[in-house]
């Protein structure tokens, strides 16, 4: 059957399906014939229709646009656009013999591709082709649940869509997709996690990976290889045509139970690679927009983020891309904020030089849809762009290298840190206060899902890759862990018990800092991967979450549990202002004092401290008071306890005790009788005064 057609809109970009059929739009300033292919599905070997697009009807300004009467989802499609190629004079790479995606498309199916094959010099080349979609689901309408915490008081959970669910001892109806996360919202809800965090969720390329890892069959897990920006990853989805929907309905369900949804978003480079890598759509519709391209030789693709190329962000009509699609995850799909990966790639403008003001973060932030929402940088990238507590804008968070790397050092038995420790623990005002913004800017970390998990910081002194297919070159060398007296797995009972002492050490600290905490998921039950620090291409039981763990560590799940039941009670420590050293009204007492273990001046110019304590004063008289004890030597220290008026302090926190005394419920607290707590070495003990 033939479709009729009509002109069209040049707006919205990509496929809009509506009772009378679909209108199609494609950006392509320099296009000089397109053509639009439409498919029954992903398996049909050749077109049901052809149209190619009369410049005269078809094209207003840059895009190109057709209406499809009768047309409705389900339908595939691809497009061909033809116009010069002189690569090294202009940098365009068009090819009217390629097909190529939709970078609109609400939806995408992988059915068919081969990524080798792509990359080849002759043809014919698969294609990854685009889906007119089923909207989404729109039950809770563009606005973020109103149940949700303020950020400040947040407390997110990092994790992996696919592996949280796909081990089969998660016992879920959907493995590996949305609707699997949707089943493990209990276990969320009890955790006290109140926002999740996804790793990449945009469709991604699996099979964008090195030679000799693709020889092992590994693929790229984690998703930073993004091709199909607008759609949800179809390997995350029952069927690809739903996509938005079932992404949709996923959101609604942690919506329902207060948690809210933040997206791991890779606008920094795409699937497409450099000169070497396959055509799927920018290249073949604005090779000469979209990325930074080599002056010299205009074939060449700048990378400033190590995957080949890197898309030219703050040009105008990439700008627009980028800020209108962020507009959709959350208007049409719900998304209640972004962490940008190498986000210090918006920075740079022609050439790759770092502008003082470049377009798109500032047009980010002053987005009115986005302008509420969290706006999470990475503010780093891979050419050496390092822009931690100087990422421009006003409103923007940051991922806090700083205080993930000095938590590390001081945890594993430096010394000399304890002025910087108050620092961070205090909420990293050296970094955020010059400049008007506040401590939930900061967004703390122990781990992420790029390193060691929490069990193997504590469990390795070097990282154990070689399963990646790389021989050990891949990851991070600078690991600041400490194996506490062996490598790997061991059944040296003191050396087990160091470990989980030192990963409770850990979890307090990140906990009692103000700013926003980040958990890595899995940590909580001390999910290992067996010392990989680069588990990227893993998609099996070493990346998954064994939910098996959760009853064989089930102290330290209790243990993460109750230290965030902790923090959320105590606006102290969620307080968005950084401490003064004032009186609170009210109490008579400063907002904090730091101690040493005799309530003298802490060891500030102390290279061999590696002792810290400190007052936190309840924000009303309703609040208990919290001291909070850090001994991170190898030796025990009597710390003296100071006056608390009427009140009496109860211990709360010993992570140096056996389960279950290392985190006693508010309920079944005992005052201290005597003046002083002998702390064991490398330990955290938190007091409550009431």
Not at 332 to 340: A, K, S, Y
Not at 396 to 414: A, H, K, P
Not at 477 to 504: H, K, M, Y
Request: aromatic share 8%; charged share 25%; glycine share 10%.
């Amino acid at each position: 059957m033939r479709h009729a057609t009509k002109p069209g809109s040049r707006y919205p970009m990509g496929a809009t399906p509506t009772p009378e059929g679909v209108n199609f739009a494609l950006f392509s300033r320099h296009a000089s014939r397109v053509e639009l292919r439409l498919y029954a599905d992903g398996q049909s070997e050749t077109p049901f229709q052809v149209i190619a697009l009369d410049p005269e009807e078809n094209r207003t300004c840059l895009v190109w646009h057709v209406f499809v009467s009768g047309l409705g989802p389900g339908v595939h499609y691809t497009w061909r656009v033809d116009g010069p190629c002189d690569t090294a004079l202009d940098g365009r790479r068009f090819d009217a013999r390629r097909e190529l995606c939709d970078p609109w498309a609400r939806a995408v199916s992988g059915a068919g591709w081969e990524r080798g094959r792509a990359c080849a010099g002759d043809g014919p080349w698969p294609a990854i082709r685009a889906i007119v979609a089923e909207p989404a689901a729109r039950a809770g309408g563009p606005a973020a649940a109103p149940s949700l915490v303020p950020l400040h008081q947040a407390v997110i959970y990092e994790l992996h869509v696919g592996g949280f669910t796909r081990h089969p001892s998660a016992k879920v109806d959907h493995p590996g997709t949305f609707a699997g996360v949707a089943e493990k919202i209990p276990y969320l809800k009890e955790l006290g996690v109140t926002h999740v965090e996804l790793l990449p969720v945009m469709a991604f390329d699996e099979q964008d990976v090195p030679a000799g890892v693709a020889a092992r069959g590994l693929r790229n897990y984690w998703g930073y290889s993004t091709h199909g920006f607008w759609s949800p990853h179809p390997g995350y989805c029952q069927d690809p045509v739903r996509a938005p929907r079932e992404f949709r309905e996923m959101v609604d369900a942690l919506h329902a139970a207060g948690i809210g949804v933040i997206l791991d978003v890779v606008f920094n480079h795409t699937a497409e690679g450099g000169a070497s890598g396959p055509i799927i759509s920018f290249k073949g519709i604005a090779n000469d927009v979209f990325y930074h391209l080599d002056p010299g030789d205009r074939r060449r693709y700048l990378d400033f983020t190590g995957c080949g190329n890197t898309v030219n962000c703050n040009h105008p009509q990439v700008t627009a891309f980028i800020v209108h699609c962020l507009e959709h995850w959350v208007e049409q799909l719900g998304v209640d904020g972004f962490r940008f990966d190498l986000a210090s790639v918006f920075v740079r403008g022609e050439r790759g030089v770092p502008l003082a003001d470049p377009p798109l973060p500032w047009s980010i932030e002053l987005s009115r849809t986005l302008a509420r929402l969290p706006l999470i940088a990475e503010a780093w990238d891979a050419a050496g762009l390092y822009q931690v507590g100087a990422f421009p804008g006003l409103s923007w968070l940051e991922w806090n290298g700083r205080y993930r790397d000095s938590m590390r050092r001081f945890v594993r038995g430096d010394g000399g840190l304890v002025g910087e420790i108050a620092t961070r623990l205090a909420g990293s005002s050296d970094l955020y206060a010059d400049d008007g913004r506040r401590p939930a800017n900061s967004i703390n970390f122990i781990t992420c899902h790029d390193g060691f998990t929490l069990c193997d910081l504590v469990s390795y002194d070097g990282k154990h890759n070689e399963a990646n297919g790389e021989d050990n070159r891949d990851g991070s060398n600078d690991n600041l862990s400490w194996n506490c007296g062996a490598e790997g797995e061991t059944e040296d009972p003191t050396v087990r018990a160091r470990r989980r002492g030192q990963a409770r050490n850990f979890l307090a600290l990140l906990l009692l800092s103000r700013g926003v905490p980040m958990l890595l998921a899995g940590d909580e039950v001390l999910r290992t991967q067996g010392g990989n620090n680069n588990a990227w291409c893993q998609d099996g039981p070493a990346s998954w979450f064994d939910w098996s763990l959760a009853d064989a560590n089930r102290d330290v799940l209790r243990f993460t549990r109750e230290l965030i039941a902790l923090r959320r009670r105590h606006p102290s420590l969620t307080r968005n202002r950084f401490f003064t050293g004032a009186i609170v009204p009210g109490r008579g007492i400063p907002d904090v004092a730091w101690h040493g273990p005799g309530l003298e001046a802490p060891g500030w110019q102390d290279p061999g401290c590696r002792y810290l304590g400190c007052t936190i004063a309840g924000l009303t008289g309703e609040e208990e008071d919290l001291h909070l004890l850090f001994n991170m030597s190898d030796a025990e220290v009597e710390a003296r306890l100071p006056a608390a008026g009427s009140r009496r302090w109860h211990l709360a926190v010993d992570t140096a005790a056996a389960p279950p005394r290392d985190v006693v419920s508010r309920a079944e607290q005992r005052p201290c009788l005597e003046p002083a707590v002998r702390m064991r070495p490398r330990s955290v003990v938190v007091l409550e005064a009431r």
